[in-house]
């Protein structure tokens, strides 16, 4: 069974940087998009970012020119760089892979990373 297995998430002040990393534990074949959610307390999940494996990437605006989403196909692996975080930036973030075949989309999900932003 396929997990997705997240890094990088902690504590961070206001105007502070983290990088989390999401892989899977076994390679996945059929994907065709890695992503980014993110769920604060009392919210509902939300996009952050996500990429195609043809390298299309797609931001929600709230993140736009601070975040950064990169991936590696080959080893089934999905980077978040985050800048100059903000305390609306607090929540549990969530990586998701999409994976398409002749039997339909299936979705991946990790197990989550808190992030927190506070002084």
């Known amino acids: 069974q396929v997990q997705l297995v997240e890094s990088g998430g902690g504590l961070v002040q206001p105007g502070g940087s983290l990088r989390l990393a999401c892989t899977a534990s076994?390679?996945?074949?059929?994907?065709?998009?890695m992503g980014w959610y993110r769920q604060a307390p009392g919210k509902q999940r939300e996009l952050v970012a996500a990429?195609?494996?043809?390298?299309?990437?797609n931001y929600a605006d709230f993140v736009k020119g601070r975040f950064t989403i990169s991936g590696d196909n080959a080893k089934n692996t999905v980077y978040l760089q985050m800048n100059n975080l903000k305390p609306e930036d607090t929540a549990v973030y969530y990586c998701n892979f999409v994976a398409r075949s002749q039997y339909g989309r299936y979705d991946f999900w990790g197990q989550g990373t808190q992030v927190t932003v506070s002084s």
């Open positions: 990429i195609g494996t043809d390298a299309s990437i």
């Open positions: 076994n390679m996945i074949s059929t994907i065709r998009a």
